[in-house]
């Protein structure tokens, strides 16, 4: 069965430019999240769906940050304009359900943004 | 969300037992302890969870104390693939099921 898929893995951008991150979550899991993992540090969530409902974006910076899952299946998260401070690697991740605090959630390999 | 603590790194030599710590002095009677890991260059990756009762999967166990607020995962006989930034979460109920991820323990496996 194919895990989390990610792309692209590695993105170098100019500062201000528009940069989009593409994440297809394991087939029938209705939940899918957007972590932000800085260097040296744990990830943090910023974005979670029930199917093609954004149910907890209280971290997302919306300012510059967006994100769509179309048809409940697979999602974008766009930064627009990036700033140096973006850099940082994107992870996606999808679990069956989050309404169960025992469920387990599969990771992607993660998008690594680098802003210059 | 609750917090928990763990030393930043540990060391352990391949083939022999590591014992992770976490210590989570204000867990709730309806917390799970989960723990994640990530490879280098990997997302993180589900290990292990338990509630009250020590358990046991193909990965590792986890043994948490009387009063939860401590809990030790053990990987009985460590390779090089488990060298990996290890954390302990707490998961909880109520509104609240998205994962916290702290800074995390980085083991180290020595040949």
């Not at chain 1, 973006?86 to 802003?115: H, I, M």
């Not at chain 2, 358990?55 to 948490?64: H, P």
């Not at chain 2, 488990?82 to 979460?89: K, S, T």
């Amino acid at each position: 069965e194919a895990g989390v898929v990610q792309s692209p893995r590695y993105k170098i951008i100019e500062k201000k430019q528009p940069v989009a991150f593409w994440c297809n979550p394991i087939s029938g899991h209705n939940t899918l999240y957007w972590y932000l993992q800085n260097l040296g540090q744990g990830p943090e969530l910023l974005i979670r769906y029930e199917n093609e409902e954004a149910v907890d974006d209280s971290q997302l910076p919306k300012d510059r940050f967006s994100a769509e899952r179309l048809k409940g299946v697979d999602s974008t998260l766009k930064i627009q304009p990036a700033e140096l401070g973006d850099s940082a690697v994107y992870l996606c991740a999808s679990s069956l359900e989050s309404g169960c605090s025992y469920n387990e959630q599969f990771f992607g390999p993660g998008t690594r943004l680098t802003v210059l | 969300d609750a917090k928990t603590t763990q030393p930043n790194s540990m060391e352990s030599n391949e083939e022999e037992p590591v014992h992770l710590p976490c210590n989570h002095p204000t867990i709730s009677g309806t917390d799970y302890i989960h723990w994640y890991r990530q490879l280098p260059s990997q997302g993180p990756e589900y290990v292990i969870h338990g509630l009250t009762s020590n358990v046991n999967n193909r990965m590792a166990s986890l043994a948490i104390a009387e009063d939860r607020k401590s809990s030790t995962l053990i990987l009985h006989r460590a390779t090089l693939r488990d060298a990996a930034v290890y954390y302990c979460i707490l998961r909880g109920g109520g509104s609240n099921y998205k994962l916290t991820f702290g800074k995390g323990t980085l083991l180290t496996v020595n040949p």
